[in-house]
């Protein structure tokens, strides 16, 4: 406060000499002079702030009154104008210096979105099918430790056993047999990546194992139908006149004829089956039937094969007669140092086993064609 330091200097030389009650009598009244001079001070310099203040919001009215005006000559349907008018506020802020862009407003659709935008993956891989029915569903299994495995066919041999009169030779029969072998060999299949793409993609590296077995069975399927139909017994079976449901029953017939009577399976391409089943005549109501989507001719059931049994094609047999040899079994390897796995970061995952196949007794299975004439 103006003065303050003068009127204290004043009041201490005012205090010397004189008595404890005469020096506070001198404060108080000394303190109660400063508050009236505080107060008297504080309300002039308030007024003067009133008085500023009034002053800066003349002008701010003055100028909004101003804008306002400006805004009121805005016309709509101005382009340029529709700018200023939607940017007012934007100008207003305006300083020396300063810029400002205006944009057109437009619907917004996904081109607004820059980068990359959220996806939902499926991770089950939607792969091929497999093949419906395999070789050695049908077959037996036999193990052949060493690789070659031996068995004993009976063949025709000569006399026979008949009735003997008395005083006469009895018959004699002659049995003859063949020892057969059957080597094992390797059916088998690679598929390499990298270990980027099983560290980055494991979704899809995940469904190689299974890609590989449906395609190893494929390969065993091609090799075995080869050596099944070279094996197998040809038909004599013709189908003029007939039915392809009645060649099969004739087939069976045949087969039961030869003592065959355990024949279990027929084997046709989805289409004949399905043949079959639209082509049934009536008379054949007792001997085709169709029950909880098994279809049976004369009792014998009837199963679809699809891409290793060539068109128009079929099997009918005893399949207990039929042996799928294996010396090692189907196996599922991975290996990172094979060839030059290490140094390229990659993986190899081999499929394979040590397999053969054989038709043990030949008149047991019949091969047959529906186009036969």
Known sequence: MEGLEKELNDLSVKLEGKT????????????????????????????????????VQDHADKLDVKLQEKKAEIKEGDFLQNEIKSNIEAIKAIKKGASFQTKAVGNMTIANVSGSTPKTYNLDIVTLPNQSVNIEDLARPVSADNGTYVF?????????????TEG???????????????????????????????????????????????????????AFQTLLSAQATASTEIITGKTKAEMLINEIGKLQDADYNETNYIVV?????????????????????????????????????????????????????????TTEGLSLEFSETEGSNFVNNNITARIEAQVGFVVEQPSAVIYGDFTAV
């Not at 404060?27 to 003067?48: A, C, D, Y």
């Not at 989805?270 to 049934?280: N, Q, V």
């Open 152 to 164: 004993t066919r009976e063949l025709a041999g000569e006399g026979s056993i008949g009735a003997n």
């Open 269 to 325: 391409k989805p289409t004949d089956y399905l043949s079959i089943l639209k082509t049934a005549k009536d008379d054949l109501a007792a001997a085709v039937t169709y029950d909880a989507g098994i279809l049976r001719v004369a009792g014998v059931q009837v199963l679809k094969a699809s891409n290793w049994l060539p068109a128009n094609k079929y099997y009918v047999g005893d399949w207990s007669r039929v042996s799928k040899v």
């Open 20 to 55: 404890s009650t005469e020096i506070k009598t001198a404060i108080e009244s000394f303190e109660t002079k400063m508050i009236e001079k505080s107060k008297n001070e504080l309300n002039g310099l308030k007024s003067e702030m009133e008085l500023e203040i009034k002053k």
């Open 168 to 222: 006469s030779a009895k018959s004699q029969r002659d049995y003859d047999f063949e020892a057969i072998d059957v080597t094992t060999n390797f059916i088998a299949g690679i598929a390499r990546y990298s270990k980027k793409m099983r560290n980055n993609l494991s979704y899809i590296v995940n469904s190689i194992p299974q890609l590989l077995r449906r395609d190893y069975y494929k390969a065993e399927n091609t």
